[in-house]
T-cell receptor, first 116, second 116 residues
């Protein structure tokens, strides 16, 4: 079974600064996907970024980038130039690549507050 | 255009009642899911359907019964509601959960269920 660990319950960052959210996971699979989802106060789950385990290059989406360390089973999210709208809960998630059971296994989430 | 929609958005009901939550996706996806987010914000898979066929059924009480009339719809019916059923229920969809690759899941806005 896969597990996803987000050990920091909450973080705070000043607007325009950079913040890194940590995530580690445990799996015996070799091929899998990793995701970061954002859940603002509106409750909507919004995909931020996704990484395929077979790709060595770290995924990037505008101000969001990941540091994927496959051997260390680490998948951190870096948010550059933080904006007030980034205030939300962030969930790290794992999905097996092979098999029909493509369920997402989530971490407990981290609450990020961006200060003006 | 709403990609994954759920109704109702809020549901307040008495213990012992039966209620349904509906989900529809217009993304042309083959696979749909139900997730439960508890009071501590932890998200966990409940069910998934692929082309109207049940694929994942996590250890969910028999009082919960999903139904997929077609691949664009996945409803969740809950019998004999209990206090512990109070949570936010999210529907999600993805392209075919095939044997060779998983796909990104897109979430609906969630249904907040409160059982009194």
């Amino acid at each position: 079974a896969q597990t996803v660990t987000q050990s920091q319950p909450e973080m705070s960052v000043q607007e325009a600064e950079t913040v890194t959210l940590s995530c580690t996971y445990d799996t015996s699979e070799n091929n899998y996907y990793l995701f970061w989802y954002k859940q603002p106060p509106s409750r909507q789950m919004i995909l931020v970024i996704r990484q395929e385990a077979y790709k060595q290059q770290n995924a990037t989406e505008n101000r969001f980038s990941v540091n994927f360390q496959k051997a260390a089973k680490s998948f951190s999210l870096k948010i550059s130039d933080s904006q007030l709208g980034d205030t939300a809960m962030y969930f790290c998630a794992f999905m097996k690549q092979k098999g029909a059971n493509s369920k997402l296994t989530f971490g407990k989430g981290i609450t990020l507050s961006v200060r003006p | 255009d709403t990609a994954v929609s759920q109704t109702p958005k809020y549901l307040v009901t008495q213990m012992g009642n039966d209620k349904s939550i509906k989900c529809e996706q217009n993304l042309g996806h083959d696979t749909m899911y139900w997730y439960k987010q508890d009071s501590k914000k932890f998200l966990k898979i409940m069910f998934s359907y692929n082309n109207k066929e049940l694929i994942i059924n996590e250890t969910v009480p028999n009082r919960f019964s999903p139904k997929s009339p077609d691949k664009a719809h996945l409803n969740l019916h809950i019998n004999s509601l209990e206090l512990g059923d109070s949570a936010v229920y999210f529907c999600a969809s993805s392209r075919l959960a095939g044997l060779y690759e998983g796909e990104t899941q897109y979430f609906g806005p969630g249904t907040r269920l409160l059982v009194l």
